[in-house]
């Protein structure tokens, strides 16, 4: 669900309080394990991570006034979501991740491009996640996105 709020913290108090701890330990965990450059906030209504303008000025093409997004977390009504632009943009990225999947979770991985779905939040895989947000550093993630921009 898109909440109508400015903050990361806001964001938090906004969350259904039963799924509190789950987010909260999923936004601890990209936080420890996410490469310096990225900047936490909110994007979309969701609580997310940007490269921002400071590093990369031209923003995101769709509207250059949002910092390039990367990653985001949000409460959906039925699952809890993770967004993850590098799965989507990445072939080799998405692979590992949907090979490591089975590795840390009893759950059927349930993905879309940039999406996976946790329909029971206990069972997110919280290792996983840490290792598969530690992959990109932001310049990794100019990079493919600018190379997939001019390709289309």
């Keep these: 669900m898109q909440y109508h709020v400015n903050t990361p913290e ?9 799924r509190r701890p789950y987010i909260e330990k999923l936004r ?3 936080n420890s394990n996410l490469p310096k450059g990225f900047q936490e906030g909110i994007g979309y209504g969701m609580l997310g991570w940007s490269i921002p303008h400071s590093t990369y000025p031209a923003g995101y093409h769709c509207d250059p006034k949002t910092p390039l997004p990367f990653l985001s977390i949000a409460s959906q009504k039925n699952f809890v979501a993770l967004y993850h632009m590098g799965v989507y943009a990445d072939k080799e990225l998405h692979d590992w991740f949907v090979g490591e999947y089975p590795k840390h979770s009893k759950t059927k991985l349930d993905m879309g491009k940039s999406c996976v779905r946790f329909k029971k939040p206990e069972a997110i895989p919280y290792e996983l996640i840490g290792e598969l ?16 921009l001019k390709a289309k």
């Design 10 to 18: 806001d964001y938090m108090e906004a969350i259904p309080e039963e």
């Design 133 to 148: 947000v530690s992959k990109m550093t932001p310049q990794q993630w100019i990079d493919l996105y600018e190379s997939n």
């Design 28 to 30: 601890d965990t990209i």
